[in-house]
């Protein structure tokens, strides 16, 4: 890997500038360019997360499927009060498989991951805490 894929040069004395960015490795980029006017300054910042796009896409259909889109929530479990207390959560790639689910059943088309999710409660209508991690990850 190189020592600094970024770079910034004056062109001319027009107070124009070049940046040029030319990755060098695999993975995610974040690049920042600082500009003082006032102290004449021009700095870059980068930094580089490995992986794939592949791990990027499936990062983000999980975060659409926790934003609660195409998601399905059964094996639901209550407390004596009513309260619920325990329950599985699914999340899809399409709004039909998420139709397609059914309570308790094992669809796997489209599956995109499974939380389960607990609650305890302080009293009734208490509620005091929410746990939901994803299962097999």
């Not at 062109?11 to 004449?40: A, L, M, R």
């Not at 998420?98 to 209508?125: F, H, M, P, Q, R």
Request: contains cysteine; proline residues 1%; negative net charge.
């Amino acid at each position: 890997m190189q020592s600094n894929p970024v770079s910034i040069a004056e062109i001319g004395s027009s107070g124009e500038y070049k940046w040029q960015f030319t990755p060098n490795s695999v993975g995610w980029w974040k690049v920042e360019v600082v500009v003082d006017f006032n102290k004449d300054v021009f700095s870059s910042d980068y930094s580089v997360n490995v992986g794939s796009i592949s791990q990027l896409y499936d990062m983000v259909r999980r975060l659409l499927g926790l934003n609660h889109e195409n998601i399905f929530i059964d094996n639901t479990g209550y407390d004596a009060n009513g309260q619920m207390v325990e329950a599985r959560i699914r999340i899809f790639d399409t709004k039909e498989n998420c139709e397609a689910a059914t309570d308790g059943g094992s669809e796997t088309t489209g599956l995109i991951a499974t939380y389960s999710l607990d609650t305890v409660w302080e009293a009734i209508n208490e509620f005091q805490t929410f746990r939901q991690v994803i299962e097999g990850d």
